[in-house]
């Protein structure tokens, strides 16, 4: 029987997300490239993601839904409450 839990999921302001995203030692074209955002060859020739600059960005009123950002958290091992665990080939396919 599958059980399902509730997560509290808060939208983060872009200074914790941005916080997130240092304690993970990413940056932020890793860190859209873990949740599937675009990224692009910058002005310098770097690799860079403008959607997630905006996400974090103070100025920008854009914010990471509060799903998005359990998920990350969950990716990266911060989520304060759980944490993501492999199954194993008999719990994946129990046929």
Known sequence: MNMITKLEMPI????????????????????????????????????????WQALESTADNRNMQGPTFAMFLLLTGQHPEFGLVKKLATEADPA
Do not use: H
């Not at 932020?28 to 770097?46: D, F, K, N, T, W």
């Open 12 to 51: 983060p302001s872009g200074n914790e997300l941005k916080a997130a995203r240092m304690a993970a030692g990413l940056n932020q074209a890793q860190a859209a490239e873990l949740m599937g955002y675009p990224v692009q060859i910058g002005s310098r020739g770097g690799v860079q993601s403008r959607t």
